[in-house]
Structure formats: C-alpha cells, structure tokens
C-alpha cells in the first residue's frame, strides 16, 4: 500500500470514529449528521455515506471525493452535504475538517435566525465573537456551502446556524470542526437558558478579545494534540 493510500485510510478510520462523538454528545438523531476531513496535500475529502444508520458505518463504508465532490473511492451515495462539504475545502484552504449537526438548542437559534450573543466566556475562548447566523439554503448543491464560506471567511467563529437549517463548523482538522459543533451546542444551551431568566447582554469587545486570545495562545498545554485549545 502507498504512503498516499495509508493516509487516507486513516483519515477513513478517523472520520468514521467521529460520529460516534456526534451521537455521545447529543448532537444527532437519527443519521442527521456529518463529518468530513480533507486529505491533506490531495484535492481530496473523506465523508460519511448518505441515510447509513451510525452504528452501521465503518471506514470501509466512507467515501472519497474530489473537491467538486464527486466520488474518487466507495461503495455508497455520499452524504447529502457532500458538495456544500467539497464548496468549503475548495474556498478556505486553511480548513482540514467539516461537520454538520442539528443539535437542538443551536439549531433553535437558528431556527430563530438569531445569532447567539458572545455573552459567556466559553464563547470568547471558543468563538471570539457572536456565533453567527447564515443564510437559508437548499440541501444537495454547493449553495450550502456559499453561506458557510460568506458567513465565516474572516470571522472568528468557526460555527455558522445556517438559518433554518442546523449547525456547520469547521476547524484546522476533523476533530477540531467536531469540538466546535459540541461546544456550539453547550452555549447555545446556556445562553437560552439564560435569556429564561431575562435580557442577556454580550461582554464587552476588549474582554471577548482577550478570552479569545488567552484561549489561543495560554490556555491548556499549547500542543494541539492533546489540548482542546485551537479551531
Ligand atoms: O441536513 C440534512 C437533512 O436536513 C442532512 O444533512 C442530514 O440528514 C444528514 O444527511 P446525510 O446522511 O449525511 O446524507
């Protein structure tokens, strides 16, 4: 097996095993998900296949795509998120990882279409600013991934509720875009409950800015293999 061909069965076997994180921290019902990984230095992603129960999935049963998602390697339909997934590799080099979820309270506020407030400094640390709302786009083309790329191209957050839809996030890897969808989910929770209890106001700029900050470059042990730190 060539060295490029290993790489991307471990990118399978990683992809794969991410979506069991999806189903551990509620975020999914069903098979409402998806998680995908750029092969780095190839014009190439890995994602779930489309409607496969998550207990059936396996890294045999994830699928390889170019960048314009069309299958290079599997047995199955991609994912429905396929080309919106393939848009954002495309469009923001620096991204290694992609996942969508409904979570529920985050895909509430999308619902909404209502950005959550940085008002928690869980947001700062993670997000650097209010996660943002994008716009409502139909499943199945690349127009989901336009409001992504819109929406979070020079934006701290690497979270976007696309309106009316659910959760995308990315990150420098999978897992990264997978903690990003997990800790969307837990100040989405917070902040509506919050707002039970009446106005909730954002923190002030300078603070968010130097949460945001401190997360990145003090916070945990500063080696983003073992540290939660780092989009
Ligand atoms: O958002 C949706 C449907 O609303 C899809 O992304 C979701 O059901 C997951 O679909 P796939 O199983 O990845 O094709």
Request: negative net charge.
């Amino acid at each position: 097996m060539s060295t490029a061909e290993t790489a991307i069965d471990a990118l399978k076997a990683q992809v794969c095993a991410l979506h069991a994180e999806l189903i551990r921290w509620g975020l999914v019902a069903w098979t409402s998900g998806n998680v995908s990984a750029r092969v780095p230095g190839r014009e190439l992603m890995v994602i779930k296949p489309s409607g496969v129960p998550y207990e059936d999935l396996t890294p045999d049963t994830m699928i390889v795509t170019d960048l314009e998602g069309e299958v290079v390697d599997g047995h199955h339909q991609p994912s429905s998120d396929t080309a919106a997934h393939a848009y954002v590799y495309r469009n923001m080099p620096e991204v290694g990882g992609v996942v969508h979820t409904h979570s529920p309270y985050a895909t509430a506020w999308s619902a909404a279409g209502e950005p959550i407030p940085c008002a928690i400094t869980a947001m700062g640390d993670e997000f650097g600013d209010d996660i943002p709302v994008g716009p409502f786009a139909l499943i199945g083309d690349h127009s989901i991934g336009e409001g992504i790329v819109a929406t979070l191209k020079g934006h701290r957050s690497p979270a976007v509720l696309m309106r009316g839809h659910g959760v995308f996030t990315i990150g420098k890897d999978a897992k990264a875009a997978v903690k990003a969808a997990v800790m969307c989910e837990d100040v989405a929770r917070t902040v509506h409950l919050a707002r039970q209890l009446g106005p909730v106001p954002r923190l002030g700029q300078d603070d968010i800015d130097k949460l945001h900050d401190r997360y990145r470059n003090v916070y945990g042990q500063q080696d983003t293999t073992t540290t939660g730190a780092g989009a």
